[in-house]
């Protein structure tokens, strides 16, 4: 299942934060989209989990639901 994340990142340090917790959390795929501040992430883990995982990097986080 493919989850769509808004995430307010504004630069590259952003989506290497993002990146970085990710790959942390393990068993993941994903992609950000730095423009339009998108990611989506195909995982069976909950989305509360991923939605606190992305929080981590210290950015307003809104959950846009399955794609």
């Known amino acids: ?6 995430v307010a990142m504004t630069c590259e340090g952003c989506s290497g934060a993002v ?3 990710l790959n942390k959390l393990g ?3 994903f992609e950000i989209d730095l423009p339009r501040k ?3 992430i195909e995982s069976d883990r909950d989305v509360d989990v991923l939605m606190e995982t992305l929080k981590k990097c210290g950015k307003e986080v809104k959950y846009n639901g399955t794609k």
């Open 1 to 6: 299942m493919k989850h769509e994340f808004e």
């Open 38 to 40: 998108l990611v989506w």
């Open 27 to 29: 068993d993941v795929k």
């Open 19 to 21: 990146t970085r917790i």
